[in-house]
């Protein structure tokens, strides 16, 4: 069964429109960790975003910001005002259990900014 | 801070031969790096986890005698793709992990290497 699921494999917004990702995950441990990442074209993976599961509030880093729904298991990502250079692969990514390290990615969503 | 390099950055070679890909954690100590896999318009597919001076740990189905990863030292593994075919062809990406997970904040402690595109003709 798959743990990470991102169900948009590509997105196309207008500039400086806001976009959200999708992204639900699955799991039954209470502790987990969700993140978001970004991979242009070059191929780096670029943190983005990162929600605890004992977070009480939604996190917020600029211009990103994640809405969590625990409840639905969805952490959705939001970009508000795109860019051009927004254009790239997102991954949503979860780590369950305290102390764990491996992190588990969904299929990604290919968003491309139009001008 | 927190720069993992990963060298070369893309391999061409020919079906039978060896390659080894080098990870490096430049101003931090790892005690752990992950080497994973991508293929084209793919998701990241951990393969194993590596851990300084022991042996690494593998995910399911990931041939350990084809994959050969050695973490030697607190800033540098490596992965050999032996014998290599062209359906080993793709992108590989380590990450690694700071000794003391201090760097960074106390859950981004993970930091990614740019990847390296192997091509195996």
């Known amino acids: 069964a798959q743990k990470i699921t991102q169900t948009q494999p590509g997105m196309f917004v207008q500039e400086k429109e806001a976009v959200t990702l999708d992204c639900t995950y699955d799991?039954?441990?209470?502790?987990?960790?969700l993140f978001w990442y970004k991979q242009p074209s070059s191929g780096e993976m670029i943190f983005l975003i990162y929600q605890g599961s004992y977070d009480q509030q939604n996190a917020t880093e600029g211009r990103y910001s994640l809405n969590f729904q625990k409840a639905r298991k969805s952490a959705n990502l939001v970009i508000s005002a795109s860019q051009l250079g927004d254009s790239a692969m997102y991954f949503c990514a979860m780590r369950e259990g305290p102390g764990a390290q491996k992190l588990v990615f969904g299929q990604g969503t290919r968003l491309t900014i139009n001008p | 801070g927190a720069v993992v390099s990963q060298h070369p950055s893309w391999v061409i070679c020919k079906s039978g031969t060896s390659v080894k890909i080098e990870c490096r954690s430049l101003d931090f100590q790892a005690t752990t790096m992950f080497w994973y896999r991508q293929f084209p318009k793919q998701s990241l597919m951990l393969m194993a986890t590596s851990n300084e001076g022991s042996k690494a740990t593998y995910e399911q189905g990931v041939e350990k005698d084809k994959f050969l990863i050695n973490h030697a030292s607190l800033t540098l593994s490596t992965l050999t793709v032996t014998s290599a075919h062209p359906e080993d062809s793709s992108f590989y990406i380590c990450s690694a992990r700071d000794i003391r997970g201090t760097l960074g904040s106390s859950y981004n402690e993970q930091f990614f290497g740019p990847g390296t595109r192997l091509t195996v003709l």
């Open positions: 799991t039954s441990d209470p502790s987990y960790g």
